[in-house]
């Protein structure tokens, strides 16, 4: 199984701010890699696909970046509706994995 | 756009097996090029990848819990269900329905979700 790590697990942050959220795969997923949000009680929602593509809908200052085994997410000018929580998801090979999860909070 | 409605017991008996069901508006699963997957997410941790099928019936499953596992296509093409066997409290968590699509890079990427149903194994 390719094992995703992200880091950091959580963070704090003040509207405004530009925070970066780092995966890393275990093996080369050359850019099979999904992000994807969670706000408490709702279904994940997909940000960004193939690492840098932004998801229709998806407001531009999200972005992706990465390939082989380290990717970021980028979120510029955090807003109010931008803390939750951010999973990475591999589509390289089954079975699909996704990382731990950052938690992202308001300062 | 299709939208997925998962539909099934609250609760669950251990032992028990649990039996889920996606149904999709709006679109039939019958469409070459996605997969139809069930993901859970145990009480406050991380997202799981349970299993998907692809339009043509083709299977996929979670090592973890392939022997305890089935995916399946409705005759219908507008659902899809999971079963899971010989449940433990460990199958606590909520499940979500949610559609593979494939990119024109040829990548799969899970971009619609259902809204989840909350399963509890307890006796």
């Known amino acids: 199984d390719i094992q995703m790590t992200q880091s950091p697990s959580s963070l704090s942050a003040s509207v405004g701010d530009r925070v970066t959220i780092t995966c890393r795969a275990s093996?080369?997923?050359?850019?099979?890699l999904n992000w994807y949000q969670q706000t408490p009680g709702k279904a994940p929602k997909l940000l960004i696909y193939a690492a840098s593509s932004l998801q229709s809908g998806v407001p531009s200052r999200f972005s992706g970046s990465g390939s082989g085994t380290d990717f970021t997410l980028t979120i510029n000018s955090l807003q109010p509706e931008d803390f939750a929580t951010y999973y990475c998801?591999?589509?390289?090979?089954?079975?699909?994995?996704f990382g731990q999860g950052t938690r992202l909070e308001i300062k | 756009q299709v939208q997925l409605q998962e539909s099934g017991p609250g609760l669950v008996k251990p032992s028990q097996t649990l039996s889920l069901t996606c149904t999709a508006s709006?679109?039939?699963?019958?469409?070459?090029?996605?997969?139809w997957n069930w993901v859970r997410q145990h009480p406050g941790k991380g997202l799981e990848w349970i299993a998907y099928?692809?339009?043509?019936?083709?299977?996929y499953y979670n090592p973890s819990l392939k022997s305890r596992v089935t995916i399946s296509v409705d005759p219908s093409q507008t659902q899809f269900s999971l079963k899971l066997t010989s449940v433990t409290a460990a199958d606590t968590a909520v499940y979500y329905c949610?559609?593979?699509?494939?990119?024109?890079?040829?990548?799969?990427?899970?971009?619609?979700w259902g809204q989840g149903t909350t399963v509890t194994v307890s006796s």
């Open positions: 709006g679109d039939s699963i019958n469409i070459g090029g996605h997969y």
């Open positions: 998801q591999q589509s390289y090979s089954t079975p699909i994995t």
């Open positions: 949610a559609r593979s699509f494939r990119y024109t890079s040829g990548l799969y990427a899970m971009d619609v």
């Open positions: 093996q080369s997923i050359t850019t099979y």
């Open positions: 099928i692809s339009y043509s019936g083709r299977t």
